[in-house]
């Protein structure tokens, strides 16, 4: 409480000098302080209870200055300084923790419409210190200088130069030295056509390890687009080559695809095809979660695969995430790698029970490094388990960890230094399409599309191409009834072999009232494969009707077969009902349900039947601006599963809405028969906007959740103070 009064005291004495700096041209700052005192008590199916307690305080500071030297150079710089005190204790065991982040940047840029030049600096230092576990200093630095020229009629040319220093305070763990050079040019000699060029060399060392690895990439585009004779044909054709050249003795391998799965069985699964593994987006999660699940959720082991379209030898991959771990919890993870020939039958290739958690050289992307013996197959997957239930790290106990998204799945090969060599790849893509009107009524056009990409490395070739001819039509028969149909041969070779789609669609729409509309679609696909068969066809019923005014309805309804290559047939039936009713303004009423029933015969595979139903029904209160409330109730019914009921409660009240003093409490209650499972959530909070930019922000939070494997009692108090000018 000490430190909570010192910490009070600057606040005070700062919101006395914060007016006055104010003043100062282009100076613009703030000072927040927090505090976040928290307490659970769990206690699991074995009558084992964990008691968890944490307090922070946050300090930080933020100035920053921007103004005009010259009529076009602009200077820009400042910096912010975040100080954190955390005390936690876990089952009596206490740790106190501080971590000091200071960022500082520098930036002159210099601009005109002719040509803009700009230098920059920019530092990231953190400083963490655990009582009897020990103490890190973590730097980034990045230096950068940049030059455009933008002459009217010409190309336009623009250079970046970056220079990256990520080490610790010692050297002793980290030090690794970026260089980058990206060049880049853009050209329309005409509004229809558009050149680009990017080129971008790259130098990296490990000062420590004395690893050096350089890559220079050219990369040229030619995009055009233009319509002809009045607007009847459309073209549009992109063409991307690109050539890379490596020296290294770690060299990246490119899949054709990313896979994924949950399953307890790792040595029998086909895997899913999951783009985002392998989109090169570090950023964006695949939908594949190994954190913390909830009671009644997907624990089975998460299954993250490649397709190198032939085989390839791998001996380390790259597990990136969207969030960093803390040191307890980055050791928890074991990974076992399997490889497979047909994406199907699985052979274990070694067991990692720990891997190496680092960070990329700018602080902002986390990974696993799994470096093992190494393996040669076409297909390849890394397996690990999800966190069990009522992890909690002690180093920081408020830290996320329900949510720990895998972002991307990377392949190398990794040979000795003394094997260094040089590594060249070549890719081409070409997309076009052109469409051309027929008739104008009828609306008839034909439709031509062409896609070709081709990769040659010293370590895989592949290429594949689609080649679709297709006629569309529509029509209005009269202001009631429309209709349109689609119908293409797609030709393509891939992976798989060559490919022959027939692909076909139609789609009728009647609009007898203003509040009634009917559409009938029928749609499918026929393809053959290396003189294997499949088929998919489907036909849907969709309804939609305002009877009176406040009273909506849907009903659809479909039914669709298809036939797999190994001869198994799959008939879905599905249908969904939806009414929605205001019978007044501040009244809200939602019904609905979904059927979905499946039959599956054929196949040399024993035949199987599933439904699903599922009803809900909701309802949302608003009698006042300030008041809010809502329930709902859901039954699902699955076929060989107990029926799961679902409830769910609430309601906010905020008095004082337009005011500078906000006050708002809102109640939530959650249950799920599947565990019986039951959340109640209770929120008071209150904020006072003292000025712009400047505001106090207290809540309390109370969580208690009961289960048949756990029960839960969490309350939380938190603070904000910010003062800006």
């Known amino acids: 409480m000490r430190i909570l009064r010192r910490v009070m005291a600057a606040a005070a004495l700062a919101a006395a000098l914060l007016p006055a700096a104010a003043g100062a041209e282009g100076l613009r700052g703030f000072l927040e302080l927090g505090y976040v005192t928290s307490d659970t008590q769990s206690t699991d199916a074995g009558n084992?209870?964990?008691?968890?307690?944490?307090?922070?305080?946050?300090?930080?500071y933020n100035l920053s200055l921007d103004r005009m030297l010259y009529p076009t150079l602009r200077f820009t710089g400042g910096g912010t300084v975040d100080y954190t005190m955390t005390s936690a204790e876990l089952n009596d065991t206490q740790l106190d923790t501080t971590l000091l982040k200071v960022s500082p940047f520098l930036d002159l840029t210099l601009g005109t419409p002719l040509y803009s030049a700009g230098l920059g600096y920019n530092r990231r230092q953190e400083i963490a210190d655990t009582e009897g576990v020990g103490s890190s200093n973590i730097i980034h630095e990045n230096y950068n200088a940049k030059l455009s020229l933008r002459p009217e009629g010409l190309p336009s040319l623009e250079f970046l130069y970056t220079r990256t220093n990520s080490y610790d305070s010692e050297r002793a763990f980290q030090d690794v030295v970026l260089n980058s050079y990206n060049l880049g040019s853009r050209y329309k000699p005409v509004d229809q056509l558009e050149l680009n060029y990017q080129g971008l060399y790259t130098d990296a060392t490990d000062n420590l390890t004395r690893n050096n690895a350089t890559v220079l990439t050219h990369t040229g585009r030619v995009t055009y687009n233009d319509q002809f004779w009045q607007d009847r044909v459309t073209l549009y054709a992109n063409y991307n080559i690109s050539s890379q050249e490596t020296n290294s003795a770690l060299f990246r391998l490119f899949p054709t695809a990313g896979l994924s799965a949950l399953t307890d069985t790792p040595l029998l699964v086909t895997l899913a095809a999951n783009p985002a593994l392998v989109d090169g987006n570090l950023n964006t999660g695949s939908a594949v979660n190994i954190g913390i699940q909830p009671v009644g959720g997907d624990i089975r082991p998460r299954n993250l695969g490649f397709d190198f379209g032939g085989a390839v030898t791998v001996n380390r991959i790259r597990v990136w995430l969207n969030t960093d771990l803390p040191p307890d919890i980055d050791n928890r993870f074991s990974w076992t790698i399997y490889t497979s020939s047909d994406n199907l039958n699985w052979t274990l290739v070694q067991l990692l029970p720990t891997a190496p958690f680092r960070s990329n050289e700018a602080g902002t992307g986390w990974f696993y490094e799994l470096s093992f013996s190494g393996a040669t197959s076409r297909y390849l997957k890394v397996v690990t388990s999800p966190l069990p239930l009522g992890t909690v790290s002690s180093r920081d106990p408020t830290a996320n960890l329900t949510d720990i998204q895998v972002t991307e799945l990377e392949a190398f090969v990794q040979f000795e230094e003394v094997q260094r060599r040089t590594t060249t790849q070549l890719s081409h893509v070409l997309d076009t399409n052109m469409r051309v009107r027929i008739l104008e009524n009828p609306n008839l056009n034909y439709e031509l599309s062409y896609y070709?990409?081709?990769?040659?490395?010293?370590?895989?070739?592949?290429?594949?191409?689609?080649?679709?001819?297709?006629?569309?039509?529509?029509?209005?028969?009269?202001?009631?009834?429309?209709?349109?149909?689609r119908f293409a041969r797609e030709d393509s070779k891939e992976n798989q072999g060559a490919r022959v789609s027939y692909i076909y669609s139609t789609l009728l729409t009647a609009t007898p009232l203003p509040t009634l509309m009917h559409s009938l679609v029928f749609s499918g696909r026929n393809e053959e494969v290396a003189g294997r068969k499949s088929d998919t066809n489907s036909l849907f019923l969709n309804n939609s009707a305002t009877l009176y005014r406040g009273v909506d309805v849907n009903l659809n309804g479909g039914y669709s077969m298809a036939t797999a290559e190994s001869g198994q047939k799959t008939n879905t039936t599905i249908i969904t009902f939806g009414l929605t009713l205001l019978p007044h303004s501040t009244l809200t009423v939602n019904v609905s349900y979904s059927g979905n029933m499946t039959d599956q015969t054929g196949g040399g595979l024993p035949d199987n039947s599933t439904f699903t139903h599922?009803?809900?029904?909701?309802?949302?209160?608003?009698?006042?601006?300030?008041?809010?409330?809502?329930?709902?109730?859901?039954?699902i019914m699955e076929k060989n599963k107990d029926m799961v009921t679902t409830r769910n409660i609430g309601g906010t009240w905020s008095p004082f809405r337009d005011g500078a003093l906000q006050l708002s409490f809102s109640y939530n209650e959650a249950y799920n028969s599947s565990a019986n499972q039951k959340d109640r959530t209770i929120v008071p909070s209150l904020r006072w906007n003292i000025r712009g930019g400047s505001y106090l922000d207290v809540s309390y939070l109370y969580l208690k959740s009961t289960s048949v494997s756990q029960s839960s009692d969490s309350r939380t108090f938190s603070s904000t103070l910010r003062f800006a000018f």
Do not use: C, E, M, W
């Not at 084992?48 to 930080?60: E, G």
């Open 452 to 485: 070709y990409d081709r990769s040659d490395s010293d370590f895989i070739s592949t290429s594949r191409y689609i080649l679709s001819n297709g006629l569309s039509a529509s029509h209005r028969f009269n202001q009631y009834l429309s209709a349109s149909a």
């Open 48 to 60: 084992v209870t964990t008691s968890t307690k944490s307090s922070s305080i946050l300090q930080r």
């Open 614 to 635: 599922r009803g809900d029904l909701s309802a949302a209160f608003n009698p006042l601006r300030s008041v809010y409330l809502f329930g709902a109730f859901g039954v």
